[in-house]
């Protein structure tokens, strides 16, 4: 009669393992974009974009932050525009863009550890390096690890 119950038993732990160590494992490393280099190095040069025809502050210089996850493969998954300054209709041409990025795991991520982090899309940026850096800060996250 024991023996009945020990692949029942055996399974209901592995249940109860999976509840509590899935979440744990699901989480990635939260990366800030100037060290994403340490793990994953982007491979294509160039990207394709779908930019709107006409919409809201599309010709005004503004940024938008795109968060995703280098995946396992190197490639973005759950891709999320979440920040465009000034208010405008970008925000799907940067999401765009980001979810045409490839990486290549770096010689320290052999691997392939996914990874979390965020890649700020300038629009229309000024050419003065202290202007363009002025842009880009507006759309700085916190909370990702230098």
Not at 5 to 30: D, E, H, I, T, Y
Not at 44 to 73: E, H, I, K, R, W
Not at 100 to 106: A, K
């Amino acid at each position: 009669m024991k023996s009945m119950f020990r692949p029942l038993r055996q399974a209901l732990l592995l249940a109860l393992a999976l509840v509590f160590v899935a979440p744990v494992l699901a989480q990635s490393r939260k990366v800030d974009q100037k060290d994403l280099y340490r793990y994953w190095i982007l491979l294509n040069t160039q990207v394709q974009m779908d930019a709107p025809n006409s919409g809201l502050n599309l010709y005004n210089p503004g940024c938008a932050a795109v968060t995703y996850t280098v995946g396992s493969d190197g490639v973005p998954l759950d891709v999320r525009v979440v920040k465009v300054v000034p208010k405008s209709d970008l925000g799907p041409a940067a999401l765009s863009a980001v979810s045409h990025f490839r990486y290549g795991p770096s010689l320290s991520n052999r691997i392939g550890e996914p990874v979390a982090t965020y890649y700020v899309v300038p629009f229309n940026a000024p050419k003065d390096p202290a202007q363009r850096q002025q842009l880009m800060d507006a759309c700085k996250l916190p909370g990702y690890a230098p």
